[in-house]
Nanobody, 119 residues
Framework: VQLQASGGGLVQPGGSLRLSCNYPGRTFSRSALAWFRQAPGKEREFVAVINWTNYRYYADSVRGRFTISRDNTANTVALQMNSLTPEDTAVYYC??????????????WGQGTLVTVSS
């Protein structure tokens, strides 16, 4: 089972970027879908999660700037990132599992997509 993340790249501070992750529909239609990130030299951290009822929860560091959404018809989960800062630079991972901010609750992971915020 594989999740496919995409959409990373280089963006200037204050800019926006949209990440997308494709997932197998039948397997994850009732799963929580989340984004985590890992900055250079740091541990992986929770960013946002959305469950199948569209309940959303965000890390304090991104609340108000990032928006997570899912489309069960298209089998995608997206992360719209606005007002980006250099501190948002990281490899971003999508994951599927149980509703939680802890990565141990997620059994399936995408390969990661690099976001670099720099002028």
């Amino acid at each position: 089972v594989q999740l496919q993340a995409s959409g990373g790249g280089l963006v200037q501070p204050g800019g926006s970027l949209r990440l997308s992750c494709n997932y197998p529909g039948r397997t994850f239609s009732r799963s929580a879908l989340a984004w985590f990130r890992q900055a250079p030299g740091k541990e992986r951290e929770f960013v946002a999660v959305i469950n199948w009822t569209n309940y959303r929860y965000y890390a304090d560091s991104v609340r108000g700037r990032f928006t997570i959404s899912r489309d069960n018809t298209a089998n995608t989960v997206a992360l719209q990132m606005n007002s980006l800062t250099p501190e948002d630079t990281a490899v971003y991972y999508c994951a599927a599992g149980s509703l939680s901010s802890h990565e141990r609750e997620y059994d399936y992971w995408g390969q990661g997509t690099l976001v670099t915020v720099s002028s």
